[in-house]
């Protein structure tokens, strides 16, 4: 099992390979260890970490947290099958600039973390997150709204969203509810 | 002309029902028995014993209550009460309702059990637009009628795009909600079904009908798809047909 040391192994590790600003902070909380991390690093630490055996990318979700900046979060769910051990990464972009790189895509030789194979499974969770959330993910092959309708304004999970609701058409006020008919 | 209720006199039904036999021999329309023969109060009697008469309206209606062909369609949880409104407890059969279609062009209701998304609504309008007339529509469940606990972007409560004529409330509702829905529907369908809910929702004369052009065009696509078919399947080789049956009986024997 993770701990609170291996955690901070895991990260210095990290910071090594990609760079000091790469490891943003690591939280070890109820057990499960968090690496939150530069959005510009996301591909590379995916491929670093699958080396060290979290090669199943369990869950992909989105998070708004406001009203604190960066309001946006994108959580990686790692898992190691063989040695059932997990390990989340996180990383924050803002609302007027929601962009990350996307997981799914293969990683040529060239680039760092290369070679390597995507994820595949993220292929439909970040169709999600960009649909609730709006995050857009750069070099998805098919980034398209998922559960809302095609022509829908808005990414309603974040909290800055209206509750809203269609108004309920009772025998009281069904000619407000429903219009002129 | 009022009758004793009490009084039966055998005798008379014994001939009653011969001339019936008869009738359906065709044998008392010959001769001194042909109606235009009878007397006056004969031919009343003639009459009174051979045929009912109704309205054709509630004969109609009578008979498309006692059969509706819901639509099989489910939506979410509400869909699970559905299916046991047909089981054995339930038992929609004894109301001659269980003859679920699997295709709108065949049913005549559709009950939506569940909550409807946004993005499903314009396809389930679509579903009952598609249903041959006559047609009814249940809504089941809070969420369907009033969204329930999901009033928020997702959903859509079904009376903004369709008509539906029989709510039934519950979170879900148990299959005997459902029953009692259908049969309040059937009731409404017995007194008078058309309470202008149709025209208020564009809802008549929707039925998507191919033109003759098309219908033709698309009866010789089939028959040549089944040409390109034909000669495969005469060819199919019966060998293979026995060899399965052998295998067959040997896994079962073994």
């Known amino acids: 099992m993770l701990d609170a040391t291996g955690l901070e192994l895991i990260a210095q590790e990290l910071r090594d390979a990609e760079g000091e600003g790469a490891v943003v902070g690591t939280t070890f909380f109820r057990e499960r260890g968090t690496v939150e991390i530069d959005p510009a690093h996301v591909r590379s630490v995916l491929a670093r970490l699958r080396e060290r055996g979290y090669a199943f990318l369990a869950s992909v ?33 803002p609302t007027d600039a929601p962009e990350v790189d996307s997981v799914t895509p293969d990683i040529p030789a060239e680039q760092p973390g290369g070679p390597d194979r995507g994820w595949p499974t993220a292929d439909h969770q970040e169709r999600e997150i960009y649909d609730m959330f709006g995050v857009v993910f750069r070099g998805h092959r098919d980034l398209r709204r998922i559960l809302m ?28 509810a429903l219009g002129p008919m | 002309m009022k009758r004793d209720p009490v009084h039966v006199d055998v005798d008379a039904l014994r001939v009653r029902s011969l001339n019936a036999h008869q009738l359906l021999r065709g044998a008392d329309m010959e001769g001194a028995n042909q109606p235009a023969h009878l007397k006056d109060t004969e031919l009343e009697r003639y009459v009174q014993e051979r045929v009912l008469t109704t309205t054709l309206d509630k004969t109609v209606a009578w008979a498309r209550s006692n059969s509706f062909f819901p639509l099989a369609f489910g939506l979410a ?16 059969a004894r109301f001659g309702f269980e ?21 499903m609504a314009p396809i389930i ?46 979170c879900p509702p148990r299959p005997e909600g459902l029953m009692h829905g259908i049969l309040k529907l059937r009731k409404m369908v017995q007194d008078d079904p058309d309470m202008g809910w149709r025209d208020r929702y564009d809802a008549r004369g929707t039925e998507e009908v191919l033109d003759p052009a098309q219908m033709e065009a698309q009866a010789a696509r089939e028959e040549a798809e089944h040409e390109a078919l034909a000669p495969a399947a005469a060819q199919a080789p019966p060998e293979e047909t026995t060899a399965a049956r052998a295998s067959g009986g040997e896994s079962a024997g073994a």
């Open chain 1, 61 to 93: 979700h989105g998070v708004d947290y406001h009203p604190h900046e960066p309001r946006l979060g994108v959580h990686y769910e790692l898992l190691d099958m063989s040695r059932v051990d997990r390990i989340t990464v996180v990383l924050r972009v």
């Open chain 1, 149 to 176: 309708p095609e022509d829908y304004e808005g990414h309603p999970q974040r909290r800055d969203f209206p509750v809203g609701g269609e108004p309920v058409a009772f025998t009281f006020n069904e000619r407000d």
């Open chain 2, 77 to 92: 949880c509400c869909a699970m009460e559905q299916f046991h409104t047909a089981g054995s407890r339930m038992d929609i």
């Open chain 2, 99 to 119: 003859a679920f279609r699997a295709s709108p062009r065949q049913a005549d209701l559709i009950i939506l059990a569940g909550r409807v998304s946004i993005k």
């Open chain 2, 125 to 170: 309008r679509r579903l009952y637009d598609q249903m041959l007339e006559p047609k009814w529509a249940i809504s089941m469940g809070a969420c369907c009628s009033s969204m329930g606990v999901f009033n928020n972007y997702a959903l859509v409560p079904a009376d903004k795009f369709m008509p539906i004529d029989v709510h039934v409330p519950g």
